[in-house]
């Protein structure tokens, strides 16, 4: 039967539908109108067990952009189900359901299932034509590695990687793992590998499609030899691989129910989009020729479906149907709480040395790095770093002590080789540590006043907290649990609170600032929250006013949209104690405004505050709590947030389903730009589209409206009329705009999971930090983000070019603070403790120069020195008899060898020892010699460590080890030794000790320590 329901509320219906047959048998495939409609219909769904979500691809046929990861993941998942029967709801698009796919023999026929004890062709090789691309380390679907016999692979349609255990080509062991710290989870009596791709890399299907294009080619009299470089990632035209030409609905089967949305909309929607790829085709004629035989879509395929349900605001034309029902439905929502992996970015990883860099020695100061040398002599083998400094000289550092070498993180245009002659590098640290003394002493006046301030502890209503949590609709990642304990602490303290919360734009800050707001209300103070533009003042408005009113807290906003009037009630209500919570720009920093009880202070990007306000905000930090807020903080700010001087929450975990937006930095062009505003509406999203310099809009506005008439465009600018420009946020907002055109008004607070794209015109004129933060208005939901980084000019200066590729190269997860370390690299350090510590900076880096402000300010303070340099096993062991080398053929990439090497060089116990191994026996496979010896090189360092020991040393020659202690020296450990103590230099010396006795003998000397 063919049915149709009429209601205003497509969705709600659709929800009941679900509540009503969650449990029931058989497969419903439920075909939406578009990518929006589709992306809209998951939110207010949410998540349904065993339901698979197939989009349409994410960017146009033979683009050399790749559909992304998850859009290909996605639908390999909903084809692998439906081969396995597995699902039983199958949501998708009329575009997505008529994409052609890899057929079902060809998916079966390419999958490997692999049981322990079976015999395998898991190579690298059959791993690439099942489209699985080669890592180092797998972290996310699609990827695989290889680490001798052990491989790891990362699958569509399963929540964890594999890792195989290889015995030449036999399957010994099938575990799972997690993606975040490779660590082994669960075993397996078998498992099944699926291709990843819709395209073929195997070599029948590839010859096929190239046969294909030849054809073409004759038949147009035209070549085009680029196409053939695409081959191996063609899915959005996948029918150009194989005999059949298919679709999702060859794996659906006969016995599925259709449920198709508004379907006259599908229809035209799928027309509009076909119309667009042949007229961007239309300059490749091979391409389009390819395009219209083996990628077109065939829409009238979805008329002769034997039975379907029509859900629909109006009576369909599209299809036919025997009863239509008139029925109403109430709108709801479900909540989505499904836990999904999410990886962590440390805020500066000081440990991945790559040759070139700039690094430096603790005891011989700045050098390059040149890379890592295995060094086999008479003792044994090792690998060693090599460091180039002043004048051609070079050290070769052991990998073992790696820990004694950082990267230089400072101005790379202008630093200074250490020399290794003289005491040069000696004198610099003596300098600096004296000049960051004088200094820190002067900063701890006034951040010491504020610890002997006391009754401001703000403890809240504990109940009604639990409720207010229970609010929050999304699940908190373990950093934003973290930074929202560490605010919450503070706000209990006694002492009034200073702690900036770092990360990046959508990382979930704003809920660290609802907690302290309703935290510091419920404890019965006033709380300011102050905001750098009126777009984000709006925006935390509509948020915290749906937040909070629920508990009857009162929230208002003051900006230059206010009439005198309203200002005026305003005030008189934030003076009486009426008013709650008060948002506000600028002007909430006036004089006029008086509080009755103010308790929180809370800054929202804070680099964007002039010195001005930072004085008055100065004064405040030594009456009330306040927290500040920031995506890339000024060096100032993260400068004493780093060294301790203020307290720092960083959350660097992306919330689930965030997106790292893929950057371009090009030449304008109108084609570019149609095609990234086309691909972007076609999918269903926004497009962003800066342009700073407002006189010029309007030719803009003009000029957009001539290369993508298609689109609904709107303006927005702060020198627009109040009614126009909150009308066009309002409706990009709600979505009935495709394109908001505007100024840099928007580079704090638009926050739409639907805008994806982002177009930023003459971006050399924008500094790091802004352009991050333009950045960060894209990619705040599971969707594929782009941003576009265009200039109409080419004659950028050094610094605009320098910014330009800072923004390319740092686009990784919670890239932020990263780039903020690159922002003080391209223009300076700032003023932490002075103009003249940017020099001391620059001289001995920033790690060093961080770790020196530690211990003075550890001095100032009183306090004892930091825990972890209590910890640093500073023990030498030289020239030990021992092969202790982590081998290349074993770990074959030299960042993660050297991160290794850190790991084991750092440990402060056995404990910690023994965990590294059986991680790496996990990873790696079992230990060579040579890496068992570094462990237990590593453990009679520790040894010696706890016996106070300050270094060993083998001597070949005169078969001796020479031991120099700080304090007492166990003598009865030697007492059969032939020895020399002398008590005064404390030595030791021990004679009598050949090179095959050497660690045998340190064993029985030093071995005795706890090794607890």
Partial sequence: MKYAYLTDDPLGWLLEKLDKSENSEGLRVVVMPSERMLQKAIDVIGSVPGASYCFSHDVFPFEEVRPSRGIRNSRISALSRLFFRETNWVFTTFHGLLRKTIPPDYFGRYLKKLSAGMKTDLTPSSLHQMGYERVFTVREKGEFSVKGSIVDIYPSDTDYPY?????????????????????????????????????????????????????????????????RDQLDGLDTVAGLY?????????????????????????????????????????????????????????????????????????????????????????????????????????????????????????????????????????LGTREYLAIEYADGGKIYVPAERVDRVHKYVGPSDTVTLSSLRGSQWKRVKKKVQEDIRNKIRELALLYGSRERITGLSLTGDHELEEAFEKTFPYVETEDQGRAIEDVMNDLASSKPMDRLVAGDSGYGKTEVALRAAFRAVTSGKQVAILVPTVVLARQHYRTFKKRLSGFAISVDIIDRYRTPKEKESIWT???????????????????????ADLGLVIIDEEQLFGVSQKDYLKKARLQVNVLSMSATPIPRTLYMAISGLREFSVISTPPLGRNVPETYVTEHS???????????????????????????????????????????????????????????????????????????????????????????????????????????????????????????????????????????????????????????????????????????????????YRQMVDQAVAEVSGKPAAEEQARIVDTELKNLPLDIIIPEEYVSDSIERLKIYRRIAMSSSHEVLTDIRNEMRDRFGELPPQADSLFEFASLRLNAFRLKVRSVEFDDQSESIKIIYTEDFPMKSIKRFASIVNARSKTVTIYGIPHSKAIITLKEIIGGADEG
């Fill in 670 to 848: 109108d084609r570019l730009v149609r095609t990234a505003i086309l691909r972007e509406v076609n999918r269903g999203g926004q497009v962003i589209y800066v342009r700073n310099r407002v006189r010029e809009i309007p030719d803009l506005e003009r000029e957009l409206k001539e290369t993508v008439p298609e689109v609904k465009i709107g303006v927005a600018h702060g020198q627009m009329k109040k009614s126009s420009f909150e009308k066009n946020v309002s409706a990009f907002y709600s979505g009935e705009l495709d394109v908001l055109l505007c100024s840099t008004i928007i580079e704090s607070g638009v926050d739409i999971p639907n805008a994806n794209t982002l177009i930023v015109d003459d971006s050399y004129r924008y500094g790091l930090s802004q352009l991050y933060q333009l950045r960060g208005r894209v990619g705040r939901s599971n969707r594929r983000a782009f941003a576009y980084f265009l200039r109409r000019n080419n004659r950028l200066s050094p610094e605009a070019g320098a910014r330009l590729r800072a923004l390319k190269d740092l686009s990784g997860s919670g890239s932020g603070l990263k780039l903020a370390m690159r922002d003080m690299e391209i223009r300076g350090f700032g003023t932490l403790l002075g103009d003249e510590q940017h020099g001391n900076i620059t001289s001995v880096g920033l790690y060093m």
């Fill in 573 to 595: 209500k934030i003076s009486s104690g009426s008013m709650d919570v008060i948002i506000g720009t600028h002007g909430l920093l006036s004089e006029r405004v008086r509080f």
């Fill in 163 to 227: 890792r195989i255990e290889l015995f030449d080509d036999c399957v010994e062991r099938i575990r799972s793992f997690d993606p975040q710290d490779q660590r082994s989870i669960t075993s397996f009596k078998e498992a099944v590998i699926t291709v990843v791709a819709e395209c073929s890399r195997f070599e029948e299907d590839t010859r096929l499609a190239l046969e294909r294009i030849r054809r073409a080619e004759r038949t147009l009299g035209l070549a085009d030899p680029e196409i």
């Fill in 242 to 378: 194989y005999t059949k030409q298919v679709h999702i609905l060859d794996y659906v089967g006969n016995e599925a129910d259709y449920i198709l949305i508004d379907p006259d909309e599908g229809f035209e929607e799928t027309a509009r989009r076909e119309r667009e790829t042949l007229e961007l085709l239309e300059s490749n004629p091979v391409r389009k020729f390819l395009y219209t035989r083996y990628g077109a879509l065939s829409p009238e395929i979805v008329r002769e479906l034997p039975r379907y349900t029509v859900i629909s605001t109006n009576e369909p034309a599209s299809m036919q149907v025997d009863e239509i029902e008139h029925v109403e439905s109430i709108s709801k929502r479900r909540l989505r709480q499904k836990e999904q992996v999410v990886q962590k970015t440390p805020l500066i990883d000081w440990t991945e040395l790559e040759p070139g860099d700039f690094v430096v020695h603790r005891e011989f100061g700045v050098g390059k790095y040149l890379g890592a040398k295995t060094i086999t002599n008479p």
